[in-house]
Nanobody
Framework: QVQLVQSGGGLVQAGGSLELSCAASERTFSNYAKAWFRQTPGKEREFVAAITSSGGLTDYADSVKGRFTISRDNAKNTVSLQMNSLKPEDTAVYYC??????????????????WGQGTQVSVSS
C-alpha cells in the first residue's frame, strides 16, 4: 500500500505558475511510474503528465505540453508538477497517482493503483 500526500496548488492569475508535489510513504516508490491527472465537476478525470520509474521518459497531454513539467526525486520519494503559463481552463482538482511497472504512454486512470487526496488549482482570468 502506497500512501500519497499532495501539497501545493491554490489560486493564481492567468499566466502565473504553481507547483504541485506528492510525497509517498514507501521506499518502493522508486519502482512506480508516476502521473498527474485532473478533474473538473461533471467531467472524467483526465491524464495530464506521466514519468517512468527511472525518470527517463515523460509523457504530456497536448493541452499542457510545453507549459507543465513532471519530475521525480526517488531519494525523497516525491513527484512534482511544475505548471507555468497557467490558463483558466487548467482550473481543476489535480491528483497524483502511481502504477507499478507501467511503461510510458499509459494514460488510463485505471492503470494507476494508488492516488493522492487531490488538490485544487484555480486560475483566474
Amino acid at each position: 500500500q502506497v500512501q500519497l500526500v499532495q501539497s501545493g496548488g491554490g489560486l493564481v492569475q492567468a499566466g502565473g505558475s504553481l507547483e504541485l508535489s506528492c510525497a509517498a510513504s514507501e521506499r518502493t516508490f522508486s519502482n512506480y511510474a508516476k502521473a498527474w491527472f485532473r478533474q473538473t465537476p461533471g467531467k472524467e478525470r483526465e491524464f495530464v503528465a506521466a514519468i517512468t520509474s527511472s525518470g527517463g521518459l515523460t509523457d504530456y497531454a497536448d493541452s499542457v505540453k510545453g507549459r507543465f513539467t513532471i519530475s521525480r526525486d526517488n531519494a525523497k520519494n516525491t513527484v512534482s508538477l511544475q505548471m507555468n503559463s497557467l490558463k483558466p481552463e487548467d482550473t481543476a482538482v489535480y491528483y497524483c497517482a502511481v502504477g507499478f511497472g507501467l511503461s510510458i504512454g499509459r494514460r488510463s486512470r485505471n492503470e494507476y493503483k494508488f492516488w493522492g487526496q487531490g488538490t485544487q488549482v484555480s486560475v483566474s482570468s
